[in-house]
């Protein structure tokens, strides 16, 4: 049982350049989420899906977009990538209660 | 902005020491829940609590809640090394599908 994997771990991005973040969820979960993490600031929500075929827009949306064509996949794109975005991002799952995290991808934008 | 508040943000205790940390919160919720962040890996969940529920134990952790004050704190009792972290307080909202976090507390417990 893998629970949540994300995919790449490393990512090193030019400003401009764009990339997509896949998570990948075993556990049939309805709910997953999309966060991003900075030294001092905790998580913050980027965007989150409740079910196949749904979005919507977390604490932190601009710049970044997501889609869930697959119950188990739930995607982040960033079309034009900004200094502003490095992160640590994070993604999870869960079925009402209790999330699952993923290990997270640690993306640099020089 | 974000819904919970951790406090304190860092803490450092000696093994065997009590450590308590605080969240409050904005909104009203339908449970609280509490996770652990080891240095750079994804969080896990250690205890969810009910609104209904003021107080919950789960082996060396309590949780308390109280909704008048919209405030819980985490207490880990006799703590070790391996308890080195940081924890985070997390609520979603009523329909439980955000479910958003607090700034965390570090903890730093030495041998």
């Known amino acids: 049982n893998a629970g949540v994997t994300q995919t790449p771990k490393f990512r090193v991005l030019k400003t401009g350049q764009s990339m997509t973040l896949l998570c990948a969820q075993d556990?049939?979960?309805?709910?997953m989420y999309w966060y991003r993490q900075d030294p001092g600031m905790g998580l913050r929500l980027i965007h989150y899906s409740v079910g196949e075929g749904t979005t919507a827009k977390g604490e932190v949306p601009d710049g970044y977009n997501v889609s869930r064509l697959k119950k188990q996949n739930f995607l982040l794109g960033l079309e034009s990538a900004a200094p502003s975005q490095t992160s640590v991002y994070f993604c999870?799952?869960?079925?009402?209660?209790?999330?699952?995290f993923g290990q997270g991808t640690r993306l640099t934008v020089v | 902005s974000q819904q919970g508040e951790e406090d304190p943000q860092a803490l450092s205790i000696q093994e065997g020491e009590n450590a308590t940390m605080n969240c409050s919160y904005k909104?009203?919720?339908?449970?609280l829940q509490w996770y652990r962040q080891n240095s750079g890996r994804g969080l896990v969940h250690l205890i969810l609590?009910?609104?209904?529920?003021r107080e919950k134990h789960s082996g060396r952790l309590r949780v308390t809640l109280d909704t008048s004050k919209k405030s819980s704190s985490l207490l880990i009792t006799a703590s070790r090394a391996a308890d080195t972290a940081s924890y985070f307080c997390?609520?979603?909202?009523?329909?439980?599908?955000?479910?958003?976090f607090g700034t965390g507390t570090r903890l730093l417990v030495s041998p």
């Open positions: 997390a609520t979603p909202n009523t329909g439980f599908q955000k479910l958003v």
């Open positions: 999870a799952s869960s079925l009402y209660t209790e999330a699952f």
């Open positions: 556990m049939n979960h309805e709910y």
């Open positions: 909104t009203s919720i339908n449970n």
């Open positions: 609590i009910r609104s209904n529920e």
